[in-house]
């Protein structure tokens, strides 16, 4: 079968005409061939002259808006949504306007901060901004009002659904913020050396220390942040670890507790991003093309995984193709002891670097069931399971 044709089906729910269809399933096969989002890598991948292919990856990503088709993976019925920011380097690109330096001072790059939604230990990402110590100070901003920009573009859609953020965001500005927006949130409080623990007093103004025996939780209700926002604590100790995890929220602290657990096991997607796909590898000039070309590589992330999840279901846990609309969506009707293979690795993994094969009959199979489970990715009701 044409190759290209493996994600037709899928971006159909992306895109909305059939040129468009095509060229962004040949694309997206390119790119994963590819390894890499750089576009000659990827037009030395597709039929025809590199070349004309090239031209055609130029106007694909003038014509359409990547972005807005990244937004179209939103999962309204998730649990949460996660944000996670990472650092890009840039290296040897002082003149291009959105390089800056990085946390170091340093080294030349940008920040990614990516919002997604959890699935099956991984993640579907759906939006992101970036910016970078040179365009905040162009557009005479900051680095938590890039943050919010953010989250406030995509406001309407979290409704009750928290907020998961790392310790970078734990910061009085942005959880006031949050706060007077109406936005659940679930930080990983940065308590830093032990002075800084006093930022957290009790109704009378006294200091809290916060305090967890190694395999236990503590919980803080009602103490104020800063002396203004009142909020919840919980701490866990899990043993093997040097120090414990505190979590900061202003609804159940139990339930925020589980819910930033699960974040944790999320992280292996910006790794997928880097290592699989080389994300951090994208050298372009201008700013709206670079986050055009993040988007395409966020969209083949998505359709890569989704490709190889029901691929590792077929051939390490032996599901059916009537099951996988249902499997894709649910791990409980695995065990996974009796398939240790399924557990190591992820599905972008599988497709990319163990590269299995079906027979061609079962391939077409399998393939017409994963676009229709992309279908209800894309517009159905979808659990965050993790």
């Given at each position: 079968m044409d190759k ?6 899928m971006?159909?729910y992306l895109?909305d005409?059939?040129k468009?269809v ?13 390894q890499?989002?750089r576009l000659?890598?990827?037009?030395e991948?597709?039929a ?10 130029q106007?694909?990503?003038?014509q359409?808006?990547?972005?807005s088709?990244l937004?179209?993976?939103?999962q ?10 990472t650092?890009?380097?840039?290296c040897?690109?002082?003149?291009t306007?959105?390089v ?5 001072g340093?080294?030349?790059g940008y920040?990614l901060m990516?919002?997604?939604t959890p699935?099956?230990?991984?993640a579907?990402?759906?939006w992101?901004?970036t910016y970078?110590s040179?365009t ?5 901003t900051?680095?938590n009002?890039e943050?919010?920009?953010c ?10 659904r928290?907020?998961?953020l ?5 910061y009085?500005?942005?959880m ?5 927006e109406?936005?659940?949130?679930v ?11 006093t930022?957290l ?8 220390s ?6 236990e939780?503590?919980?803080y209700h009602?103490?104020y ?15 093997g670890?040097?120090?414990?995890l505190?979590?900061?929220?202003r609804f ?6 589980e ?6 096991k ?8 880097k ?12 700013r709206?093309?670079?986050e055009?070309m993040?988007a ?5 992330y ?5 490709l190889?999840?029901a691929?590792?279901?077929v ?5 059916t193709i ?9 791990s409980?009707?695995?065990i ?5 293979k399924?557990?190591?690795y992820?599905g972008l993994?599988?497709?990319l ?5 079906l027979p061609?009959q ?8 994963v676009?229709?489970t992309f ?8 659990p965050?399971?993790?």
């Amino acid at each position: 079968m044409d190759k290209c044709n493996r994600f037709k089906g899928m971006l159909s729910y992306l895109l909305d005409d059939e040129k468009s269809v095509g060229q962004g399933a040949e694309i997206v096969e390119a790119m994963l061939a590819a390894q890499s989002p750089r576009l000659s890598a990827i037009s030395e991948k597709m039929a025809g002259s590199q070349a004309r292919s090239y031209k055609t990856i130029q106007r694909f990503i003038h014509q359409q808006d990547l972005k807005s088709a990244l937004l179209r993976l939103y999962q309204e019925e998730a649990e949460f949504v996660i944000g996670d920011p990472t650092e890009m380097e840039r290296c040897h690109a002082p003149k291009t306007s959105y390089v800056g330096t990085l946390s170091d001072g340093k080294t030349e790059g940008y920040w990614l901060m990516v919002l997604s939604t959890p699935f099956r230990g991984r993640a579907i990402p759906f939006w992101f901004v970036t910016y970078s110590s040179r365009t905040i100070a162009a557009e005479v901003t900051s680095r938590n009002q890039e943050h919010f920009r953010c989250f406030e573009e995509v406001k309407r859609l979290l409704g009750d659904r928290p907020l998961v953020l790392d310790r970078e965001f734990s910061y009085h500005d942005l959880m006031d913020r949050l706060e007077l927006e109406h936005i659940h949130y679930v930080i990983h409080l940065n308590t830093g050396d032990l002075h800084k623990q006093t930022r957290l007093t009790n109704r009378e103004g006294k200091p809290i220390s916060l305090v967890v025996g190694h395999g236990e939780v503590a919980i803080y209700h009602n103490v104020y942040y800063l002396g203004r926002l009142k909020v919840n604590v919980i701490g866990f100790w899990r043993k093997g670890f040097a120090k414990p995890l505190w979590v900061i929220t202003r609804f159940d602290p139990q339930r925020a507790l589980e819910i930033y657990m699960q974040r944790m096991k999320i992280e292996q997607t910006f790794r997928d991003c880097k290592s699989l796909l080389h994300l951090s590898k994208l050298m372009n000039k201008q700013r709206h093309l670079l986050e055009q070309m993040i988007a395409l590589t966020l969209i083949t992330y998505v359709v890569g995984l989704w490709l190889g999840e029901a691929m590792r279901d077929v051939i390490y846990a032996q599901v059916t193709i009537t099951q996988l609309p249902d499997g894709l969506f649910s791990s409980s009707t695995l065990i996974p002891k009796n398939h240790p293979k399924w557990l190591l690795y992820s599905g972008l993994f599988v497709l990319l670097k163990q590269k299995l094969r079906l027979p061609d009959q079962r391939m077409i199979e399998l393939i017409l069931a994963v676009s229709q489970t992309f279908a209800r990715l894309v517009h159905g009701i979808v659990p965050s399971l993790v």
